[in-house]
């Protein structure tokens, strides 16, 4: 599936969008208030099936679509769900209507699509977007959606298929150490420092925050004051995102197999916070694997107990490394150790026997089944 994002042009009808957003969080906090009435009565949970009856009988009192409503129940059973198995801390609760940020369309049911006009048919209004590109296959959903700026997307899921992109395969491998004080290490000694972003605007966003505090509530300088920081936040977000992209294709264009360590990365943000959001080692380690998925490459992750850092080529451990040291000696063969380097070329041996182990085991399996 291949997904399309284009920006909706925004204009007096725009305004009607926020009307369905509306809707759409009082359909969902009348849901959430009959789970709760009906808990307290009966002990018991109201399955999906039964809320859609529900709001069938009713539906077209609102201004969303039918499907639209379903999506927003199935969203909200899948909340319970995942609270009921312990997936969650907490099960879903009640929003505000300015929280309520996208609703959804089903196949292509509830709206008209045609060239670069968007038309809600329970709103009987027509939307012009952006058409930057257009799309292909057949469309499976349809999302609209409102940014903290007040500007407006319509997203756009086919079933089309991505093409793969040209790559010429050389069996290059590289093992990479994720670090604070350097972005990352490579098993070939290099190092890659990612510029912080969010610590270079640092002083600038505290500067719009602490603005946007002295403001008067409701009024249109805190609306002001409020687009100006979000402002901000989005082009940080873009910055790093577009450099990851960047890095991502560079990576997976240079290697055909690529060695991470499986980090616990909600334990490193408890730790060190803020850098470790600034750096989003796990939004680019999704990256990375969605780009080797098009360029037919191999991203391995290494187990997050292996002792990179500590085990020399000769086979000693040591035990005693304490975060500060970046150096050592090992005191059997004499070696000088670069913690970080080690620590790549570690996660390099220990991916290539990983990839060698699953591969004969994937012979193993055809042979029998050949047999």
Same mark, same amino acid.
């Given at each position: 599936?291949?997904?399309? #994002?284009? =920006?909706?042009?925004?204009?007096?009808?725009?305004?009607?969008?926020?009307?369905?957003?509306?809707?759409?969080?009082?359909?969902?906090?009348?849901?959430?208030?009959?789970?709760? =009435?009906?808990?307290?009565?009966?002990?018991?949970?109201?399955?999906?099936?039964?809320?859609?009856?529900?709001?069938?009988?009713?539906?077209?009192?609102?201004?969303?679509?039918?499907?639209?409503?379903?999506?927003?129940?199935?969203?909200?059973?899948?909340?319970?769900?995942?609270?009921?198995?312990?997936?969650?801390?907490?099960?879903?609760?009640?929003?505000?209507?300015?929280?309520?940020?996208?609703?959804?369309?089903?196949?292509?049911?509830?709206?008209?699509?045609?060239?670069?006009?968007?038309?809600?048919?329970?709103?009987?209004?027509?939307?012009?977007?952006?058409?930057?590109?257009?799309?292909?296959?057949?469309?499976?959903?349809?999302?609209?959606?409102?940014?903290?700026?007040?500007?407006?997307?319509?997203?756009?899921?086919?079933?089309?298929?991505?093409?793969?992109?040209?790559?010429?395969?050389?069996?290059?491998?590289?093992?990479?150490?994720?670090?604070?004080?350097?972005?990352?290490?490579?098993?070939?000694?290099?190092?890659?420092?990612?510029?912080?972003?969010?610590?270079?605007?640092?002083?600038?966003?505290?500067?719009?925050? @602490?603005?946007?505090?002295?403001?008067?509530?409701?009024?249109?300088?805190?609306?002001?004051?409020?687009?100006?920081?979000?402002?901000?936040?989005?082009?940080?977000?873009?910055?790093?995102?577009?450099?990851?992209? @960047?890095?991502?294709?560079?990576?997976?264009?240079?290697?055909?197999?690529?060695?991470?360590?499986?980090?616990?990365?909600?334990?490193?943000?408890?730790?060190?916070?803020?850098?470790?959001?600034?750096?989003?080692?796990?939004?680019?380690?999704?990256?990375?694997?969605?780009?080797?998925?098009?360029?037919?490459?191999?991203?391995? #992750?290494?187990?997050?107990?292996?002792?990179?850092?500590?085990?020399?080529?000769?086979?000693?451990?040591?035990?005693?490394?304490?975060?500060?040291? =970046?150096?050592?000696?090992?005191?059997?063969?004499?070696?000088?150790?670069?913690?970080?380097?080690?620590?790549?070329?570690?996660?390099?041996?220990?991916?290539?026997?990983?990839?060698?182990?699953?591969?004969?085991?994937?012979?193993?399996?055809?042979?029998?089944?050949?047999?």
């Amino acid at each position: 599936m291949i997904t399309y #994002k284009y =920006r909706l042009y925004t204009t007096k009808k725009t305004r009607s969008i926020d009307a369905m957003l509306h809707e759409c969080a009082f359909v969902w906090n009348h849901a959430l208030a009959l789970q709760k =009435r009906y808990y307290k009565l009966y002990k018991k949970f109201i399955p999906y099936i039964r809320m859609a009856k529900h709001f069938a009988k009713s539906y077209k009192r609102y201004l969303i679509h039918s499907q639209t409503l379903q999506e927003i129940l199935e969203r909200q059973d899948s909340a319970y769900q995942r609270f009921f198995k312990h997936l969650s801390k907490r099960p879903p609760k009640f929003r505000k209507a300015s929280d309520f940020t996208t609703f959804v369309f089903k196949g292509q049911g509830g709206y008209t699509l045609q060239d670069n006009k968007f038309k809600i048919n329970r709103l009987n209004k027509t939307f012009k977007f952006s058409l930057s590109r257009p799309y292909e296959g057949k469309i499976k959903t349809l999302s609209v959606k409102r940014s903290p700026l007040g500007e407006y997307y319509i997203i756009i899921v086919t079933d089309a298929t991505a093409r793969p992109y040209g790559k010429t395969h050389n069996g290059a491998s590289v093992g990479i150490d994720f670090g604070l004080k350097t972005y990352m290490t490579f098993s070939s000694g290099e190092r890659l420092a990612q510029p912080q972003y969010l610590k270079n605007n640092l002083t600038e966003l505290r500067k719009l925050s @602490k603005n946007h505090s002295k403001k008067q509530r409701g009024s249109n300088n805190k609306e002001r004051a409020r687009k100006q920081l979000c402002r901000l936040h989005e082009k940080i977000a873009n910055q790093r995102r577009d450099y990851q992209w @960047k890095l991502a294709h560079e990576l997976c264009r240079k290697y055909d197999n690529i060695f991470i360590e499986d980090l616990v990365l909600s334990g490193m943000c408890k730790k060190w916070g803020r850098k470790m959001n600034d750096y989003a080692h796990g939004e680019f380690i999704l990256l990375l694997q969605y780009m080797a998925q098009k360029y037919g490459c191999n991203v391995v #992750k290494v187990g997050r107990w292996f002792a990179s850092s500590r085990l020399c080529p000769c086979g000693y451990k040591n035990n005693t490394l304490t975060l500060k040291d =970046r150096e050592w000696i090992c005191p059997e063969c004499g070696r000088v150790h670069d913690r970080d380097v080690l620590a790549a070329n570690n996660i390099l041996g220990e991916g290539i026997h990983l990839l060698e182990s699953n591969c004969k085991s994937v012979v193993a399996c055809a042979t029998r089944q050949l047999r």
